[in-house]
């Protein structure tokens, strides 16, 4: 099955400063990969996605980057706010008909602080 | 209102019995997982269903039981529950198969069996 390793588990950075969280996964035939953000006592949600037809794609503050020869993809947070303090999941799956496509592999979290 | 709501928010149970977590959505979406969040872990997928009456083990799914008879519910049951299932539970659910469905996630049962 899929495996999505995600690193570091912890980043601390002083508001304003970039933040950039990095996932590998292990499944060539994945083509879909989101990120989500969880705030304390919440569920997570989802932030933004790419499929993997897309290197890059941006909403305001934040970007993800895909590199399928490499099978890795990675989260980019500019200015960051303390706001933006939580904990991020990367997750990857396969898409198309057949099987348990819709089925999400998550990664272990990032807890994220943004320092003021 | 719309969404995907979990019952109960926080549960204490003992060792042994049975406990049922409930999970509900208006979305009338196809596809509802259950994970348990637990630290150094990240999300472990428990059971999953593509539509009513159709259900499949996840990663983690010993001690769980679940049904889907109406496609807005998935209740999870732990059938005897054990101190290794004290966790937080999270339901989502998804509209739609292949790649491009996120999921959405409800707001979470902390389960502490004592």
């Known amino acids: 099955g899929e495996n999505v390793e995600q690193h570091p588990s912890t980043l601390s950075v002083q508001e304003g400063d970039s933040a950039v969280i990095k996932c590998t996964y292990s499944?060539?035939?994945?083509?879909?990969f989101p990120w989500y953000k969880q705030e304390l006592g919440k569920g997570p949600q989802l932030i933004i996605d790419i499929r993997s037809n897309v290197g890059e794609k941006k909403d305001q503050r934040i970007a993800v980057t895909l590199n399928k020869t490499a099978k890795h993809f990675s989260l980019h947070i500019t200015e960051t706010q303390p706001e933006d303090s939580a904990v991020y999941f990367c997750a990857a799956s396969i898409g198309g008909s057949g099987g348990s496509n819709y089925k999400l592999t998550f990664g272990k979290g990032t807890l994220l602080t943004v320092n003021p | 209102d719309a969404g995907i709501t979990q019952s109960p928010r926080y549960k204490i149970t003992e060792t042994g019995r049975q406990v049922t977590l409930m999970c509900h959505q208006t979305w009338s979406h196809s596809y509802m997982f259950w994970y348990r969040q637990d630290l150094g872990h990240g999300l472990r997928l428990i059971y999953y269903?593509?539509?009513?009456?159709?259900?499949d083990k996840g990663e983690v799914p010993d001690g769980y039981v679940v049904s889907r008879s109406k496609t807005e519910n998935f209740p999870l049951t732990l059938e005897s529950a054990t101190r290794s299932q004290t966790s937080v539970y999270f339901c989502?659910?998804?509209?739609?198969?292949?790649?491009?469905?996120?999921?959405?996630f409800g707001s979470g049962t902390r389960l502490t069996v004592v």
């Open positions: 989502a659910s998804s509209r739609g198969q292949g790649a491009g469905y996120g999921y959405t």
């Open positions: 269903s593509a539509a009513a009456d159709i259900t």
């Open positions: 499944d060539s035939a994945s083509n879909y």
